[in-house]
């Protein structure tokens, strides 16, 4: 499970895919599948998947230990089918690379 943290320094990414409210159920599926494919790679802490309620995004949340670990995994030819995939159903794709800089617990 994702831990946002200040005193962790990890890489994270967040993609933001935009798609038809009909393909949003089926582009959930295909990044859930990817994700669970990455289970034990290199680098990966944690991830999330969130569908937005208008049924037209698919919001993907990972946590690197480092840049050069998810770009591996970019790069990694076993994932370009994967990814092929995805761009098949999304209309655009925003990946936003980022880093917590503050946090508010309300409890």
Not at 7 to 25: G, L
Not at 39 to 49: D, N
Request: charged share 30%; aromatic share 8%; hydrophobic share 40%.
């Amino acid at each position: 499970m994702p831990e946002i943290s200040l005193k962790k320094n990890y890489f994270t990414t967040i993609s933001v895919f935009t798609a038809a409210p009909e393909d949003q159920r089926r582009l959930f599926e295909i990044i859930v599948e990817g994700e669970e494919k990455l289970r034990g790679i290199s680098g990966l802490v944690a991830s999330a998947v969130h569908l937005s309620h208008d049924g037209t995004r698919v919001i993907g949340y990972a946590q690197w230990e480092r840049k050069e670990d998810f770009e591996a995994m970019r790069a990694d030819p076993d994932r370009q089918g994967h990814f092929r995939e995805v761009r098949e159903l999304v209309k655009g794709v925003d990946l936003i690379a980022c880093r917590v800089a503050f946090t508010h617990d309300n409890s």
